[in-house]
């Protein structure tokens, strides 16, 4: 198997190709500003960019952006320091990851990222009809701030609902052996559904 590197990205290049292929995973195109903006961390393989995240660790987060002013002025969360935050967005995994180890090891890198940045809130933001994210973020106990449509300004793009959400670093770092499980449950129930089909389609025959 070949070996997964993981590299900052930091050329025009490879950051429109990232905010490309996260826009063709998640429906969702990134501003260029924003995610220039932040930690762009892509996974390659064969030399080709299969997979990725950002960690953006400075105010001005995508995902507060979006939450109405009545929330905000509600929810105490909004009393801590956004120094004390960070956010990660963008996450994407394309097919050429099909293991549970490869998939595993984007997770745990990302986790460690998340812990040494030194920070006390991790801000995650989705597609709150996409239930594959929702149960990740169960996995590393995401408290809800918001869910429905996003606060948006004009030009800026999202899901037509979202659902934001935060957890700790630590949180991150003790989800990574639960993360392990369900990817290896995943995988063996989609071999067992694949077993099936091929099964129903061999009776057909």
Sequence with gaps: ME???????ETRVETE???????????????????????????????KL???YMIVT?????????????????NKFFEN???????VNGLWIGPSIKTPRQQFKIWF???????????K???????????????LHALINSVP?????????????????????????WDCLASVPKYWVAVVRNRQRRLRLKMVSRQRQLARA
């Design 145 to 169: 701030i918001y869910e429905g449509v996003p606060n948006l300004m004009i030009g800026d793009e999202s899901h037509e609902t979202i659902k934001v959400g935060y957890t700790t670093p």
């Design 109 to 119: 890198h990302m986790a460690r990222n998340v812990i040494t940045s030194r920070k």
């Design 3 to 9: 070996k997964l590197i993981f590299r900052e990205i």
């Design 17 to 47: 190709l990232f905010i490309e292929k996260f826009h063709t995973s998640a429906g969702v195109k990134l501003p260029l500003n924003y995610v220039e903006s932040s930690q762009i961390i892509g996974v390659f393989l064969h030399d």
């Design 50 to 52: 299969v997979a990725g």
């Design 58 to 74: 400075s105010p001005g987060y995508r995902s507060l952006m979006f939450v109405p002013d009545k929330i905000k002025n509600s």
């Design 81 to 87: 320091n956004q120094n004390d935050m960070l956010e």
């Design 121 to 135: 809130y991790v801000l995650l933001m989705s597609n709150s009809k996409n239930k594959n994210i929702q149960s």
